[in-house]
């Protein structure tokens, strides 16, 4: 290529030769000229080919990198053409640069110093149980892992590692293979980060997405979605009726449709994703209907939920339950047909009152609820004698 085709016709105006050279020099000022194996750069996607992809370097040379080292947990690849990659330079053979994304599984180490060096992930396999932790063989030698660093879980029985291949990060390292530390769960961190971020910039608030119930706890449920990335299911998202523990919906292991909340990073950096079970749902939201559907004074035929020493809970219909107390039917003429109710029975009760705020409804028994009915009564009562008829004038009924 001529100083011509790279500066344009204008140059020959005024210019000298020496000026040219002077002016290409320039033009490749701050260019390496050359890497070295270990070196870590941020390089630009240049192309991605079938088995190989290239990056930019920050040399004259361009660098080779795995497309497989692009790929995601779908097996697709997650990136384009002008996208900036973390990548580390792990061979140069014969003029070719090979270079690898920094921290993936797919890069490759010649020996375990260079490993620990570059931070590259090495295969390794669990021998056997020892007191803190785990010996593991990578290359020939021992390495020891401790049992907090197997995994990003909490781990009770290391037995279930014995004898199985895992990738690990070197963390601590001794030439002659005396002192050699291992940990997985830095690896996995790293990788989670990733996909977090990926995660980040893919979905956003209000897609619905498939995801795996993986632990419960008393304030809602954890949920595994793509890539190990895990989101949270308040307890009050869980369902449109009020419950008072998570499995009282839901499982480990349970496959579940959820709609994306919230997604925020603390200060520590971690991310916090807020699901819901009963938003995924194409119902929406039973509650929006009650005052028109139940109000007050209804009578209605509802299902025992469950049965506490307190009351009955009661389903109206899906995801509106309301609370018939004791004290309401203990009193009563069918006070053991009450009493006798079970859950899934078929139960008639009243509604006595409605508080949308704290989606909760009061129930009692039909003809015997505490409204102003009896003010009419005591009316009539004082200025003479009423009928029954009378004193129940007003009384809703719903069938």
């Known amino acids: 290529m001529s100083k011509k085709d790279i500066f344009g016709d204008d140059v020959n105006e005024g210019k000298t030769f020496e000026d040219f050279e002077q002016m290409f020099a320039q033009s490749e000022k701050g260019l390496k000229t050359r890497v070295s194996v270990g070196d870590v750069f941020q390089g630009e996607i240049l192309s991605i080919g079938k088995e190989e992809s290239f990056v930019s370097t920050g040399t004259p040379s361009d660098g080779m990198i795995l497309t497989k080292d692009l790929l995601d947990e779908n097996k697709q690849v997650k990136y384009q053409v002008g996208d900036v990659l973390d990548c580390v ?85 001794d030439p002659r293979g005396r002192n050699i530390v291992v940990s997985r769960r830095k690896l996995l961190d790293m990788q989670k980060a990733e996909n977090e971020g990926a ?81 995924a749902e194409g119902e929406g939201n039973p509650w929006t209907t009650v005052p028109t559907r139940f109000p007050v004074g209804t009578v209605v035929k509802g299902t025992v939920e469950k049965k506490e020493v307190y009351g009955l809970f009661v389903t109206l219909t899906p995801g509106v339950t309301g609370l018939l107390p004791k004290s309401k039917w203990r009193d009563s003429v069918d006070a053991n047909t009450f009493e006798n109710k079970k859950k899934g029975d078929e139960i008639i009760v009243q ?49």
């Open 89 to 173: 330079v792990v061979a140069i053979k014969g003029g070719e640069i090979r270079v690898a994304k920094k921290g993936s599984t797919a890069a490759a180490a010649d020996s375990l110093e260079d490993a620990f060096d570059m931070e590259l992930p090495i295969e390794g396999k669990v021998t056997e149980a020892v007191n803190g932790g785990l010996r593991v063989n990578i290359q020939g030698k021992t390495a020891f892992c401790p049992i907090s660093q197997i995994d990003s879980k909490f781990v009770n029985d290391v037995s279930e590692y014995v004898g199985r291949k895992f990738e690990f990060l070197i963390t601590q390292y």
């Open 199 to 279: 995660f980040m910039q893919k979905h956003q608030p209000g897609v619905v997405l498939e995801g795996k119930i993986t632990r419960l706890e008393k304030f809602g449920a954890f949920v595994e979605l793509a890539g190990g990335v895990e989101g949270m299911i308040h307890v009050s998202e869980l369902a449109w009726s009020r419950i008072h523990d998570p499995k009282e919906v839901v499982s480990p292991g349970q496959p579940v449709a959820v709609k994306l909340l919230k997604v925020e990073e603390t200060d520590g950096g971690r991310l916090k994703i807020a699901l819901s079970l009963k938003q």
């Open 351 to 399: 509604v006595d009152q409605i508080n949308m705020d704290d989606k909760k409804i009061s129930l009692g028994v039909p003809g015997e609820a505490e409204d102003s009915s009896w003010r009419a009564h005591q009316t009539a009562s004082s200025s003479g004698f009423a009928s029954l008829g009378d004193a129940l004038k007003g009384l809703k009924i719903n069938k």
